[in-house]
């Protein structure tokens, strides 16, 4: 039996009860998901339906990540609610490439993880299925393990076994709808232009996930955890010295100016401690009629240990996101979002800041581990 997969906390309990079910049968699983945006989101769900299938001596086979033809299937159902017109497309694709798949293999049957999932309408899905089947000679294979408390059960199987549990089904179109009606962004949709590694990242959650993997292969302990933060996201900024866009690097947290004119700066000799808590001379600027805070990228080597030679190089090679933090505490405290502007020398005189930034309160996943 050909047993498509969508992500492991749907394939982990429905594998799990199918293999009770069909006792006799051989069942090898089948990763097919080009619905799956950004692909560090669907290299993440592989990633842990890998070490689902290896707990539960299932094969795993992984299909192509065809996400072209999959926006080419629902172009023009963009704007569909979920559980609408495109989740039906959707499974369509997915079903018939397992059919497909299947009918190569020389197998009889096969079936869907999406059955198990609580947010998918299981009467199309059977019947979606049984129409696929049909064209292909093969029998869909109906299973109800989200009856008589089999939802449920199937969330305490995922924390019990410390899944990755995704908090959208994967189609970029639902994401953004799904946060729009909190008033929020899409972040697993955003990544940083140097690829900086920030709290809500994509690349956070799977370094999270990779050191979980390793704690299991080396034997230990660990507690895979949630926390709430308060996630920055820098959309846009500009730094104009009458009419010249003058390269800047935006320190982390710090608030919105809407083109707000600074007065002069007057820039303050100060010994402050580095990260490595030894005293640096620094010069600090303040504008006179405003919050915003001035750096030259000397300063901000001389309080990172670090080598830039410009803010361009900066931006595209940010220092560690701890370490940024660090200098905003340094500068200005730890609940500070006063803005923190980087500029390759001190200027005195007037500038124009614009900072689209926005903050949003995030649930990020975090992993403790026994020393």
Not at 157 to 181: H, I, M, P, V, W
Not at 263 to 269: D, E, F, G, N, Q
């Amino acid at each position: 039996m050909l047993v498509h997969i969508c992500c492991s906390v749907d394939s982990h309990y429905f594998l799990s009860e199918l293999q009770k079910l069909y006792p006799q049968s051989k069942m090898i699983g089948y990763f097919y998901n080009p619905n799956i945006h950004p692909k560090e989101e669907y290299d993440l769900r592989l990633l842990d339906v890998k070490r689902s299938c290896k707990m539960l001596g299932i094969e795993l086979m992984e299909g192509e990540y065809e996400s072209t033809i999959w926006f080419s299937r629902v172009k023009g159902l963009e704007c569909e609610p979920e559980k609408g017109e495109r989740c039906v497309k959707c499974f369509d694709m997915r079903l018939e490439k397992t059919a497909q798949i299947a009918q190569k293999m020389s197998l009889d049957s096969f079936t869907s993880t999406l059955l198990s999932s609580p947010l998918k309408e299981q009467k199309i899905l059977f019947a979606e299925g049984d129409e696929i089947a049909l064209a292909y000679g093969l029998d869909f294979i109906k299973v109800d393990v989200r009856s008589n408390g089999g939802t449920q059960a199937q969330s305490e199987l995922a924390n019990r076994d410390r899944l990755y549990k995704q908090t959208y089904c994967g189609c970029q179109f639902a994401l953004s709808k799904q946060r729009e009606s909190h008033k929020q962004l899409p972040l697993e949709l955003m990544s940083n232009i140097g690829k900086q590694i920030v709290p809500g990242s994509n690349e956070e959650r799977k370094l999270v996930f990779e050191k979980r993997d390793k704690c299991e292969q080396e034997g230990k302990e660990y507690a895979l955890y949630k926390r709430s933060k308060i996630i920055w996201r820098n959309l846009r900024s500009l730094c104009i010295d009458d009419n010249e866009v003058l390269d800047s690097y935006i320190i982390t947290h710090s608030r919105n100016k809407k083109m707000i004119k600074t007065s002069t700066i007057t820039y303050i000799r100060q010994t402050i401690n580095d990260i490595t808590y030894k005293p640096k001379h620094i010069q600090v600027g303040y504008a006179k009629r405003d919050d915003s805070v001035f750096l030259s990228i000397d300063d901000v080597n001389a309080l990172l240990n670090t080598r830039y030679q410009s803010t361009r190089e900066m931006l595209y090679n940010p220092p560690m996101y701890d370490d940024e933090m660090m200098l905003r505490v340094l500068l200005c405290g730890m609940d500070s979002i006063n803005p923190i502007i980087v500029l390759d020398r001190h200027i005195k005189h007037s500038l124009k800041i614009l900072i689209n930034a926005h903050f949003q309160e995030h649930s990020t996943f975090a992993i403790a581990v026994y020393n």
